[in-house]
């Protein structure tokens, strides 16, 4: 692909998702999204209308878009690019991902790097002397701590809390991991925790090779959290803000399903100190119930 051509995708993809947003359209989102993008804002949009929707919609745009077209050019590719609304533009770029799906181009993640990270501080693309980028297998760990597909495994495991000293040593802090672990102390005084956090298999995952000879990956986890209220004296329940799938408190129990897109950045094997470093997601309830 050409970069007009590349820039094409994105332009599109732009007015339709606009187009999209302001009348919060499941099938005109399903036009330019695919995989856990889909899903994700899908859910986004059925709670926004049960909570009454945006009537003030303005419509975003991105600037400043670069480009990374892997050796399988007609397959997919990612663009990094800084999200703007009016006057306001972010200060971190936005991750792109899309890929040939069916009938025309789809955007398949979105995620957005952490406050802090600005585009030199974030890994930069290998890319030849032709300007394409290096595809990296999922199972492939040449020159890598760990392979994208032995990263989304681990990293399940790790934002559940569930993998051992050993293990958490390979993983650097994250906004992720660490809000999860403040959540399960601070929800523990009201509600049992019953959780599960596993590579979403059902969605495609992508890497690229790094100029540090590492690599940029990107894949889906997916988490299930259940509350079991406890029990006393004090009636206790759990509630989950500003989303409209799940609207009230609950007495007894709560059940939320998620699907959280990650980028991470494997480091080379020799790398010190040899620690996956997750530098963005994005993600969102998708389901959920309780009483």
Known sequence: MSAQETASVVEDYVKRNNAANEVMSDKLLAAYEGGSSL?????????????????DYQPFSYTR?????????????????????????????????????????????????????????????LKDASGTATEVGQADAAGLLMSPAAFAKGYAAHLAG????????????DKLTTGAASNRVKMDQYARLAESVRPAAAYPSYALRTT??????????????????RQGPERNHVFQENNGLLRGKYYTYMKVNELIQVVAHIPPKAA????????????????????
């Not at 899903?39 to 009537?55: E, P």
């Not at 609304?85 to 993640?109: H, I, K």
């Not at 540090?212 to 209220?229: C, H, K, M, N, S």
């Open 39 to 55: 899903v994700i804002d899908k859910a986004s949009y059925a709670s926004s209308r049960k909570l009454g929707g945006d009537d």
């Open 162 to 173: 569930k993998d051992t000293a050993a293990e958490k040593s390979r993983y650097a802090a």
């Open 212 to 229: 540090d000879g590492g690599a940029l990956a990107f894949t889906t986890i997916e988490r299930t959290r259940r509350y079991d209220v």
């Open 272 to 291: 010190e100190p040899g620690q996956v470093k997750v530098v963005g997601s994005y993600g969102g309830i998708i389901s959920g119930s309780g009483r």
């Open 65 to 125: 878009p670069t480009f990374h077209v892997p050796a399988s050019r007609q397959q997919w590719f990612l663009t990094t690019a800084y999200w703007k609304r009016e006057s306001e533009t972010a200060e971190e770029p936005t991750y792109l991902l899309f890929a040939r799906n069916g009938d025309g181009w789809r955007q398949m993640y979105s995620p957005d790097p952490f406050k802090g990270n600005t585009s030199k501080e974030l890994p930069q693309i």
